[in-house]
């Protein structure tokens, strides 16, 4: 269990000139925290942990693990562990010797092995696929396997690159569970690699959004879905999608709102915004509702029923626009409902770069490239 | 149906041709085995399993047994040995791979006739390049062809010139479908490079090399040109094997009936030793282990 600190890290596979896959990386995690580095394909999450594993060299920066500088060492003096989107077990292993191998590489007893890889598969649900090959085993054991092969090590951090990506959905969700209740277990520092919204939001102690090699947001899950930092986090965390919306904000007499086109919505409290300034307006599907007194009208244009909600998808003012209720059977295409945007549930971010408007952006930090 | 009588034409076309071409010859010796005969136009003669009886109390034939044992096992051993750690350099990348590569696979195109006179030029105890050049520097050089090791010897090196391009290029090729997230899972585990090669690299060629190691030890066990180019058995039947003990009984000797017999054994013990071999190590196996 240790303390992991990156600070200013970067890589660059064509030399010190860029491109960067990852740029200016600062974050602390702290002992015991399951963080998910989270983000589209090719936004530097995995070559992040890949740094951090010793798989990559970094182009810059420091990586501490425990105290200690570990930014130019290999894999093995790190005390890492890693499971990897494809498993990769030793083929011709058994499951028993897989789990060994790390061991035995680092010259344990072989009594000491034999406890270790046997608490392990116990608590897995292992022990009887002990003398199996991994062709032999499905998708979810390979995993188990893998997980298990990086608890028998005992390390200080534990590396997961895309574990759940290659499982069917359902067993993705079994998984997911089975890792939540691990890091629970055992307390340790874990960092989750994922491109799924979902399974960051449920997993992750703090969550790291990336997008082409910076960070865009680092917080708690509930922090980033009340408050993003930018469009791109609005985008990225929920689902449905937030919907955003283009217009201008006007300060008129203490009155703040934003008009796009037809549309006119008031904003109740202070703004980082200036009076004219090109703004985008958000406001998540699920927070829409339906209200008699609001004269904004949405048309319907699709309604898609998934059990205990509602999606619909329609036209508001000119706007296309995503809304989410509790399950509501008697709407159709084609209706029209009256719509309220609940003035609290707002988010307002600025046109030109994407920034929030409503949370103080830290210089320097956080999302700096965006606000430059 | 129009296309199931031109597949079975097909199948059954080659099968005649097959039956023809390699069918005919082998059951023609087999059979030749079993008469006296001193050419293939003369009058055969009933000689039942004496051939065999006379070829296997015969101690050249012996000789040439271990010999070729001795040959084509030394030979696969520094073909496959050098084969993996050429493979393994060229499977890094480096400025000019692909060229070296090509440089590296080149000897396989050579005829077996035109390596095989290459080193006896270079290797030519009276005009030899090797000669030549440890007279400049005041030493001198014994008649490699007169010693029963360096003969054999230099057979075993032309064949690893001349083979060891056709290992490479296997392992080459099994190389790179070894995944690497192997090597940086064991990387992670802490496995430096003599581990990994042990316990990624090994076991991801399994297969090719049960393949390689196979066809490699047909062709070295039945090799017959580069030998007679070389040595034609000498000194002293000291490079004699029983592809050229069969040729030497059947052409020089004139005892087609034994020449047969002799090869008969040979071909009987080498599908022997492959029958075991594939026991041993199926190939299916090994695909399915990586």
Redesign the interface.
């Known amino acids: 269990m240790a303390r992991i600190s990156l600070q200013n890290v970067s890589k660059s596979f064509g030399g010190d000139q860029g491109p960067w896959a990852v740029k200016d990386f600062c974050l602390e995690i702290e002992d015991g925290e399951l963080i998910v580095f989270v983000g589209p394909s090719g936004c530097g999450k995995s070559t992040t942990l890949r740094m951090i594993a010793g798989l990559d060299e970094t182009t810059s920066g420091t990586i501490t693990i425990g105290g200690r500088d570990v930014t130019g060492l290999p894999p093995k003096d790190r005390n890492v562990a890693m499971v990897f989107q494809n498993y990769a077990l030793y083929p011709q292993k058994s499951v028993y010797d897989n789990m060994a191998f790390g061991l035995r590489v680092r010259g344990e007893a072989k009594q000491e092995i034999d406890r270790r890889v046997r608490a392990a598969a116990v608590s897995l649900d292992l022990e009887f696929l002990l003398d199996r090959k991994p062709r032999q085993l499905s998708g979810g054991q390979m995993q188990r396997v893998a997980l298990g092969r990086a608890l028998v090590r005992d390390p200080d951090i534990f590396l997961l690159d895309e574990p759940l990506s290659n499982l069917d959905a359902k067993l993705r969700v079994k998984m997911r569970e089975e890792i939540a209740t691990l890091h629970a277990r055992l307390g340790a520092t874990m960092i989750f690699v994922t491109h799924d919204q979902v399974e960051a939001m449920t997993l992750g102690d703090r969550i790291v959004i990336m997008r082409d090699g910076l960070i865009q947001q680092a917080g708690k899950p509930l922090e980033l879905y009340d408050r993003p930092a930018n469009t791109f986090v609005a985008g990225f965390i929920g689902s449905p999608e937030m919907n955003l919306v283009d217009g201008q904000f006007f300060d008129t007499g203490g009155r703040l709102e934003v008009r796009a086109g037809d549309l006119s919505v008031g904003i109740p409290e202070k703004t980082f915004a200036r009076s004219g300034q090109n703004v985008t307006l958000g406001i998540r599907p699920e927070h829409l509702v339906i209200s008699n007194d609001s004269p904004l009208e949405m048309t319907v244009n699709l309604v898609e029923q998934i059990g205990a909600q509602t999606y619909l998808m329609g036209t508001l003012a000119g706007h296309r626009m995503r809304a989410v209720f509790e399950r509501r059977d008697e709407i159709r295409a084609g209706d029209k409902l009256p719509i309220a945007f609940p003035s609290e549930r707002l988010h307002l971010f600025d046109s030109a770069s994407g920034a929030s408007l409503r949370i103080a952006q830290r210089s320097g930090k956080i999302g700096a490239k965006e606000n430059a | 149906m129009v296309q199931d009588w031109r597949i079975v034409a097909l199948f059954i076309g080659s099968i005649v041709l097959l039956g023809v071409i390699i069918g005919g010859p082998l059951i023609y010796a087999i059979m030749l085995s079993f008469y006296s005969a001193k050419s293939f136009i003369g009058e055969l003669q009933w000689v039942g399993l004496k051939n065999y009886t006379s070829a296997l109390q015969d101690p050249l034939f012996w000789l040439s047994f271990t010999n070729g044992l001795i040959i084509a096992i030394s030979a696969i051993v520094l073909q496959v040995v050098l084969g993996v750690g050429i493979a393994m350099v060229l499977n890094k990348r480096f400025l000019g791979q692909t060229v070296v590569r090509a440089i590296a696979i080149l000897p396989y195109f050579l005829p077996t006739v035109v390596a095989c006179l290459i080193a006896q030029w270079m290797l030519d105890p009276n005009y030899g390049l090797l000669k030549s050049i440890l007279a400049s520097i005041g030493a001198g050089m014994p008649d490699w062809s007169s010693h029963a090791f360096t003969a054999r010897g230099t057979i075993v090196l032309v064949s690893v010139w001349l083979w060891t391009p056709f290992v490479v290029t296997c392992v080459l090729a099994g190389l790179q479908t070894i ?1 690497t ?2 090597y ?9 490079a003599w ?1 990994q090669f042990w ?2 690299t090994i ?2 060629l ?1 297969s090719v090399l049960i393949v390689v190691i196979l066809l490699r030890g047909i062709w070295m066990f039945n090799k017959f040109d580069l030998i007679w180019l070389l040595t034609k058995g000498g000194p002293l039947n000291q490079t004699e094997t029983l592809p050229t003990l069969a040729y030497r009984k059947s052409f020089l000797e004139f005892n087609l009936g034994g020449g047969a017999a002799v090869a008969t054994i040979s071909f009987l013990i080498l599908a022997g030793v492959i029958l075991v071999y594939l026991r041993l190590f199926p190939i299916d196996d090994a695909k ?3």
């Open positions: 995944p997230q192997l940086e899972a064991a990387r992670v585990d802490g496995a430096g581990r316990h990624v076991p991801g399994r399915q282990g990586r």
